[in-house]
């Protein structure tokens, strides 16, 4: 079992840059395919980013494409979201997410672990 700790948002000015940390307790995280999701006041919980467990391969949702950075440290058992030239309407709390052994995927039924630490909120 896996437990998950974000960290790392805040308020920051449209066009500025964020990262986001997820650390993971347990097993290693490249065992896991590990997911970032945002959730915008009165909207579905959407997936953002995510990485996969065996090859690195990494994933994003079309809208943050070019700004968003994906990257993990195995060693510190943790996975970054670097996000770069916030708009003003991004303004969500992030959760990290992780997935058994598997390709990358937005759907939150294949997410077993989510973060339980308070939610990183994220507001230009």
């Known amino acids: 079992q896996v437990q998950l700790v974000e960290s790392g948002g805040g308020l920051v000015q449209p066009g500025g840059s964020l990262r986001l940390s997820c650390a993971a307790s347990?097993?290693?995280?490249?065992?896991?395919?590990i997911g970032w999701f945002r959730q915008a006041p009165g909207k579905e919980r959407e997936g953002v980013s995510c990485i996969s467990s065996s090859d690195d391969n990494t994933f994003y949702t079309d809208s943050v494409k070019g700004r968003f950075t994906i990257s993990r440290d195995n060693d510190k058992k943790t996975v970054y979201l670097q996000m770069n030239n916030l708009p003003p309407e991004d303004p969500a709390v992030y959760y990290c997410?992780?997935?058994?052994?598997?390709?990358?995927?937005?759907?939150?039924?294949?997410?077993?672990?989510w973060g339980q630490g308070p939610p990183v909120t994220v507001s230009s």
């Open positions: 997410a992780a997935a058994a052994l598997g390709p990358c995927s937005f759907d939150r039924e294949e997410y077993a672990y």
């Open positions: 347990g097993p290693r995280v490249d065992y896991y395919v």
